[in-house]
């Protein structure tokens, strides 16, 4: 009797670490929202290549916590709220998932509304100031969602005292003080164009050429660029994100190129934009906030964009990488917690992390759930295309290397 009972238990106790080990095999399924078919499709491929990335990563591993990963993706198409809410909806109804992360979904980030509602984690490298004005209402309630990128304040004040201090260098002459700006009538398009105009009508620069096209595909830039040509700007601004729409902007401007310095927003970041321009691109500038810091002087970034390029054979613009590290950061806060329903305390986890990422160290401001913004955090950093390379020309503390007079441009 002794022996069976011993049996018995012994059978049981073996049951009950194998349905623990059952539990911590199950898959949790990471939702990513992604624009997979129209313009800004290249964006989303890249998002799905990040977060694929990190999952091959964590499962080889053994998972974390526990659990192994599964990806669940949702287009959203043109960014309209009708297909944003629409693939919100289905990532929220799919049994399993348990985390949503995106580049950018909504321009106008509501979508942080519906993640509350639901109480699902959320991160998001979307327009910061749309992201910061929803959750600085209630910081509290928004405790599910996260912005890896910092402050946008550094689109709408920092290009003034960059191209000043080309100036000062002798690299172009500005000394006219005109600038031509052209915007897409998006909330980030219109958001950082507002802000220029402010900050170069604060420094004594007269605002020649002050245009907004649609929100979509740009089909011919000419009757905006025969203003440009009419007068004569010192710095030409383009804001129109889609890569396709900024590629054709510079191929029509170099078929009559002004005395201009060409800063164009974003779209130059993305690969796309180099494969359609080429060689013609040498000389646009750029910024990024959450951009990757490919440089020596910032391992971790150097690091994972050369494991990028040999995993996928390509470029990571700022989203294949940021996309991989958003993934790890989530892992990171599930080790913490070790349960991933319980989505209040990976939210919390999540705000209260520090990370050092391809972009930078990543911190979130309380008020605003926004990364904090910053040399010493994320900084803004300035861009020149050089025969299809891209080089860092600031901050000074990560420059790859110095700006070059543009091609279709005349030295001081």
Do not use: C
């Given at each position: 009797?002794?022996?069976?009972?011993?049996?018995?238990?012994?059978?049981?106790?073996?049951?009950?670490?194998?349905?623990?080990?059952l539990v911590q095999a199950e898959v949790v399924k990471i939702g990513v929202l992604a624009p997979l078919t129209g313009a800004t499709a290249s964006?989303?491929?890249?998002?799905?290549?990040?977060?694929?990335w990190a999952v091959e990563e964590a499962n080889a591993k053994g998972g974390v916590a526990g659990y192994t990963f599964e990806v669940e993706v949702a287009d959203v198409k043109d960014h309209s709220a009708a297909n944003v809410s629409s693939a919100v909806e289905r990532l929220l109804g799919t049994d399993g998932v348990e985390v949503i992360l995106t580049g950018y979904a909504s321009l106008s980030m509501f979508e942080v509304d519906l993640m509350a509602e639901a109480n699902m984690p959320y991160m998001?490298?979307?327009?910061?100031?749309?992201?910061?004005?929803?959750v600085s209402q209630d910081p509290d309630y928004y405790n599910c969602c996260w912005s890896y990128t910092a402050?946008?304040?550094?689109?709408?004040?920092d290009v003034l005292?960059?191209?000043?201090?080309?100036?000062?260098?002798?690299?172009?002459?500005?000394?006219?003080?005109?600038?031509?700006?052209?915007?897409?009538?998006?909330?980030?398009?219109k958001t950082i164009s507002e802000g220029m105009k402010a900050s170069f009508a604060a420094g004594g620069w007269d605002i020649v050429v002050d245009e907004m096209v649609p929100f979509g595909e740009v089909s011919d830039w000419k009757v905006i660029l025969a203003k440009v040509a009419e007068t004569q700007p010192d710095l030409v601004v383009n804001t129109d994100y889609i890569p396709g729409n900024s590629a054709l902007f510079l191929k029509q401007f170099l078929e009559a190129p002004t005395n201009s310095l060409v800063f164009l927003q974003y779209a130059p970041s993305v690969p796309e934009f180099v494969d359609l321009t080429g060689a013609q691109s040498t000389?646009?500038?750029?910024?990024?906030?959450?951009?990757?810091?490919?440089?020596?002087?910032?391992?971790?970034?150097?690091?994972?964009?050369?494991?990028?390029?040999?995993?996928?054979?390509?470029?990571?613009?700022?989203?294949?990488?940021?996309?991989?590290?958003?993934?790890?950061?989530?892992?990171?806060?599930?080790?913490?917690?070790?349960?991933?329903?319980?989505?209040?305390?990976?939210?919390?986890a999540i705000g209260a992390s520090t990370a050092e990422t391809v972009a930078g160290v990543v911190e979130f401001t309380p008020e605003t759930h926004v990364?904090?913004?910053?040399?010493?955090?994320?900084?803004?950093?300035?861009?020149?295309?050089?025969?299809?390379?891209?080089?860092?020309?600031?901050?000074?503390?990560?420059?790859?290397?110095?700006?070059?007079?543009?091609?279709?441009?005349?030295?001081?």
């Open positions: 009797m002794l022996k069976k009972l011993s049996t018995r238990i012994g059978a049981a106790s073996a049951a009950l670490i194998l349905g623990a080990g964006d989303g491929e890249e998002f799905l290549r990040g977060v694929q998001a490298a979307g327009p910061s100031p749309a992201f910061a004005a929803i402050d946008f304040k550094g689109y709408e004040t005292p960059m191209v000043e201090s080309l100036e000062a260098a002798g690299k172009v002459d500005l000394s006219g003080k005109k600038i031509a700006m052209i915007s897409s009538d998006n909330p980030y398009s000389g646009v500038l750029y910024n990024l906030i959450g951009g990757p810091l490919d440089t020596d002087k910032w391992p971790r970034g150097q690091e994972l964009m050369q494991a990028y390029r040999d995993k996928f054979d390509m470029e990571s613009g700022a989203y294949g990488v940021g996309l991989y590290e958003m993934a790890n950061m989530y892992f990171k806060a599930l080790e913490e917690v070790g349960d991933p329903t319980d989505h209040d305390a990976i939210g919390k990364a904090k913004a910053g040399n010493d955090y994320m900084p803004v950093t300035f861009w020149q295309l050089r025969d299809g390379a891209r080089i860092m020309v600031g901050p000074e503390k990560y420059a790859t290397g110095a700006f070059q007079t543009p091609p279709w441009m005349s030295a001081k």
